[in-house]
Every structure is written in structure tokens, then in C-alpha cells.
């Protein structure tokens, strides 16, 4: 594989694994976080750190984005000081955000108008995916684009599909989020049934995790429930966020989805009492408390 110059926007949970697989790849990054001492940890394994996207975007030939709303996509790429003020022809954008698919559609939109190309690539397989370098990544664009990048996908992720046109990848992401909220529930019903009879849980998911309930959330979350660890893999807040843009183009598309507005409507229970800042697993508490 040929070393690439990479622009990445966004050091959260996601975004330190991916950072760290393609700097062990061999990759230079060149990186952008609102925090300076957020991104610490990955300028002592090489990256480099600059204070705007637009510094970080000028030096690089592929420009990663994974921040947390979509209007923190709107100002990474589109603000005062923001990746399209760096733009060049040739340049490819690859959104990593779940985040709106009209928002894929205007980055692909602006960035061809500037000679350059976009991708929106929402993953799944939270931090354990990030660190490993085995997220599922869901793309939306030209298959011109998604061939160029696929090398560096590959360095991040085992499933990697291109869906489709800008925003394709985002809507492929909100079937997985809506297929995942409605699991969650089940999961921690299973636990807390389970509980309420006297079972040992341990032996339960040995029994349940490979047949038929079998799921990455009862695989991956259920154990961290057992064991009382809230701690994120995935922001109970984001998840609130995708649900939301889920049921609003549901709406938008005239179609109900009773399970995504219940799991959603827990989760902002949840997220009332304080909860936000854990990982979804956090659910839950909803049946302890």
C-alpha cells in the first residue's frame, strides 16, 4: 500500500483507534480536535496536531471527518475556518459521522463543485471495532471515490460495502442503528429477567450468545452490563442523536417505527438522569432503577 497523507477531524472514541491504525500503518495524519490535549496521546505516536480543520485539510490528500452532530459536520466542513476553505482538486472528503443523509448529499454536492470528491462512511463496531481495525463501514458515493479510499478502509475495517449514492452510506447506518436500539431492550430484558429468577447470568450468555438471540450487543454489551461497566463505547447522547434522525426521515418517508420511538424514549429517560456521557449498555439501569 502506498503511504498516504492524512487529514483527520475528530479524536473521540472512535476516532483515537482509527487514528492509531493508520499511524501503525505507516500512514502520516495530520489531525484537528477542538481540545488540543484530547489529541496528545496521538502526536506522541506521530500525528500531527493543527488548530483549525482548514490547517489540518491543506495537508492532506484524503481528509477523514468523525465528530459528534451534524452541525459540528456543518462547521467542520462549511465554518469560517473549516475543511472547504482548504479546498484542491483531487482532494477526497470521507465523512465518518452519523449524521443526516441531506448533509452527505450537500458535502458531495459542494465538494464537486470545488474538483474534489466525498464520501459518507458511517461504521459500526464501536471501540472495540475502532481499536482492532474491524469496523463495518457503510459508503455512500461514486465508486470512482470508494475504490481510491478503499486501501485506507481497510486498515479501519473488515465489512466494507459501498451502498450506493451520497447518503446512501447514512441511511444503511440508520437501519443498523434502528436494528441495534430494539436489540438493546431485548438484551437487557434477557438480564433482567434472568436476575429477577436467581440464574447465573455468566452461564446464561454461554448458553444464549450463539444460538438463535445471538447478537454483537448481547456478544460485546451484555457482559459489560453484568460486570456494572457504563463506560463508552458509544455515548448513550450519540445514540439519542441517531435515533432521532432515523424517526425523522422515517417521517419524512410516512413510515412508523413503534420499537426505534420506545428505545428512543428510554434512552432520553436515561439521558434526564444524567446518563449521557455512558455508553448505551447503560440501558440497563432503566430496569434497576
Known amino acids: ?19 492509531k491504525n493508520f499511524l501503525k500503518a505507516g500512514h502520516t495524519v495530520h489531525l484537528y480536535t477542538r481540545t488540543k490535549e484530547r489529541a496528545l496521546p496521538l502526536v506522541e505516536l506521530g500525528a500531527t496536531w493543527y488548530d483549525t480543520a482548514q490547517a489540518a485539510a491543506e495537508q492532506g490528500d484524503i481528509i477523514f471527518t468523525v465528530v459528534g452532530y451534524p452541525k ?6 462549511f465554518g469560517d475556518h473549516g475543511i472547504f476553505k482548504a479546498a484542491q482538486q483531487g482532494k477526497i472528503v470521507v465523512d465518518m459521522t452519523t449524521s443526516q443523509p441531506a448533509l452527505a448529499k450537500k458535502i458531495a454536492d459542494a465538494a464537486q463543485a470545488f474538483g474534489m470528491e466525498a464520501l459518507d462512511a458511517p461504521v459500526s463496531g464501536g ?5 482492532n481495525g474491524t469496523l463495518s463501514i457503510m459508503v455512500g458515493g461514486s465508486k470512482q471515490a470508494f475504490e481510491k479510499v478503499t486501501p485506507l478502509f481497510e486498515v479501519i475495517g473488515q465489512n466494507i460495502v459501498l451502498q450506493g449514492e451520497a447518503g446512501a452510506g447514512q441511511h444503511t ?5 434502528i436494528a441495534i436500539a430494539t436489540n438493546m431492550i431485548g438484551v ?3 438480564l433482567a429477567y434472568g436476575k429477577k429468577a436467581g440464574l447465573d447470568m455468566e452461564r446464561v450468555l454461554q448458553s444464549i450468545a450463539t444460538g438463535a438471540a445471538g447478537s454483537w450487543s448481547l456478544s460485546n454489551l451484555a457482559p459489560r452490563m453484568l460486570q456494572g461497566d457504563k463506560e ?11 435515533m432521532g434522525i432515523a424517526l425523522d426521515e422515517a417521517s419524512r418517508m410516512e413510515l412508523k417505527l413503534p420499537g426505534l420511538a420506545m428505545a428512543k424514549a428510554m434512552y432520553d429517560e436515561l439521558s434526564a438522569k444524567g446518563y449521557d456521557q455512558n455508553g448505551t449498555q447503560a440501558l440497563i439501569d432503566y430496569y434497576e432503577m
Open 1 to 19: 500500500m502506498m503511504m498516504t497523507n492524512i487529514a483527520f477531524i475528530g479524536t473521540g472514541v472512535m476516532g483515537q483507534g482509527m487514528i
Open 72 to 77: 459540528d459536520v456543518e462547521e467542520v466542513y
Open 127 to 131: 471501540d472495540i471495532g475502532a481499536q
Open 173 to 177: 447506518k440508520m437501519c443498523n442503528q
Open 188 to 190: 437487557c430484558e434477557a
Open 232 to 242: 463508552p463505547g458509544f455515548y448513550i447522547r450519540h445514540m439519542i442523536k441517531d
